[in-house]
């Protein structure tokens, strides 16, 4: 049963429902099971028990698919539509880069830095990433990326992005309001910051 001691990661709320009970991970094996529970205002669904951030590195190890150089090799076919949806996503969602002069983006969870590289042949970027990973760290220089090894919230504020993208990164977090305060904080007057995270009402979720 969640602790109710513990609030909302969004809202504050103390009360919960419960949606799915002790469910393993079959896809990546992380060991033990977590509960899900939907927080009855504002719809937030957590894990519980919720990992704390050294818990969550260790299910990302430096050999994990998205730190390693060949992580984007996973067949032709799967290649040839990933290109055609994320060729279509980023013409129609970042078309105002195109009125900066060289702008600052900066890509939060970064791993190997494949999605700034592919950002980068529609747009002139300067590019920041940050990853917990030395070794997409690492990946990331090699790409010439500015790479921060370590968490957001623990980044240095001192240049102001055009820019900040938070690709399923947000879910991942204690405190989510503090890691979005602190982005604002971080973006350039008319700078955005664009992201993609869990649905839990997706058809996916809802087959699977």
Not at 156 to 181: A, G, R, T, W
């Amino acid at each position: 049963m969640i602790d109710n001691k513990i609030p909302c990661n969004n809202c504050g709320n103390f009360n919960f429902v419960q949606q799915y009970n002790k469910v393993r991970d079959w896809e990546f094996g992380v060991e033990g099971e977590y509960s899900y529970y939907k927080c009855s205002n504002c719809g937030l669904v957590r894990l519980d028990p919720f990992p704390t951030t050294e818990k969550t590195k260790s299910y990302y190890p430096d050999d994990y698919i998205s730190h390693l150089e060949s992580s984007n090799k996973k067949g032709k076919l799967f290649d040839f539509l990933e290109k055609i949806h994320f060729n279509f996503f980023l013409k129609n969602n970042f078309k105002f880069l195109k009125n900066k002069n060289l702008p600052l983006v900066l890509d939060i969870g970064s791993g190997n830095g494949e999605f700034l590289v592919k950002l980068s042949k529609f747009f002139d970027l300067e590019m920041y990433g940050i990853d917990f990973s030395k070794i997409a760290c690492q990946n990331m220089i090699k790409k010439k990326i500015n790479a921060y090894h370590g968490v957001f919230l623990d980044y240095p504020e001192k240049k102001k992005f055009d820019m900040i993208s938070m690709n399923n990164y947000i879910e991942h977090v204690i405190d989510p309001i503090s890691e979005l305060k602190k982005a604002y904080n971080c973006l350039n007057k008319g700078g955005k910051l664009i992201g993609i995270t869990d649905n839990f009402d997706s058809i996916d979720r809802i087959i699977f």
